[in-house]
C-alpha cells in the first residue's frame, strides 16, 4: 500500500502548478493594469482604489488595490481549476491504479485541494504585506508602529470574527468541492446506468438537474436552520443583532460530512468498480 504522505506530496505537486499558473497570471494582470493606469493618469483604476481616495493616489496604492481586485478573480478561477482537477483524479485510471483504496484516494484528493487553497492564500497575503509596507513608507510612515496601534487596538471578539471568517472560507470551499464530486460522481452513476451509448448532452443534462435540485433543497433547509437559529438567539439577546455566521460555519462543515460520505459509498460501490 503507499503511503499516506508519498501520494500526498505527489498529488500536492500536481495541483501546486495551477496554484503558480494564477499567481502568474494575476501578476502580469496588475503589471498591465498598473501601466495602463499610468498611461490614462490614473482614470483606469478609478473608482476600484480602496485605500487611496485622493486624486492622486501614489503607485503602491494602486498596485495594492489592483492586487485586491485581481485576487478575488484569481481564486475563483483557481477554485474552479481545482474542481476540475479533483474530478479529473477520481475519474483517472492511472490514479486508480495506485495500490490504495480509491475511499482513500478521494479524501487525499480533497485534503490536498484544501492545502492547495491555503498555499495560494498565504502567498497573496504575504505579497500583499510586501506591497502595503512599501505603501506605508511612501507616505513616510513606520509599518512597525502602525501594526503595533492596529494590533493593540484588536479586542477578543476581534480576533473571534477573524478566526470565524477563516472557518467560513474554509467550509465553503470544502462543501463547494464536496459537492461538485457528489454531483459528478452521482451523473456518471445515474448515466451508467441508463441504456445505449450515453452522449455529453445527456451527462450535463443529468448533472444540470442534480444541481438545481441539490440547490434548492441546500437552500431550503439552510432557510430552516437559519429561522430556527434566529429565534434561538432572539429569545437570548434582548433584540440586539445576532451573528448568523458559526450557523453557516456549521451548516458547512456537516454537509461536507454528509456529501463526504456519500460520495465515499459512489466510490466504493459505482465508480471503482466502472474504472477497474
Known sequence: MTSFSALFKQMFIQKRRYAHLVLLVQTFAVIFM???DLITSNNFAKGFLVFAQNL?????DIIFDLGIITTAIGDLVFLGLLCWQNEKINLSQTWHL???S???LWWINILTSMVQCAYIFVIQVVLGIIVLIFDCMSYGLSFS???KKVCFSWS???????????????GLVLIIFCFVSFADLLTRTITDQLPGKNSTAIKIFVMAILVIIGVTIAFKINDQLTAAYMRHLMKNSNGYSVDTLPMAIIEFFAGSIILGAINS?????FIEPKIR
Open 34 to 36: 498598473f501601466l495602463m
Open 56 to 60: 492622486h493616489p501614489k503607485f503602491c
Open 98 to 100: 495506485i495500490p490504495v
Open 102 to 104: 480509491d475511499i482513500k
Open 145 to 147: 508602529t502602525m501594526n
Open 156 to 170: 477578543w471578539p476581534d480576533v473571534m470574527g477573524i478566526i470565524e471568517m477563516l472557518l467560513y472560507l474554509i
Open 265 to 269: 459509498f459512489l466510490v466504493e460501490k
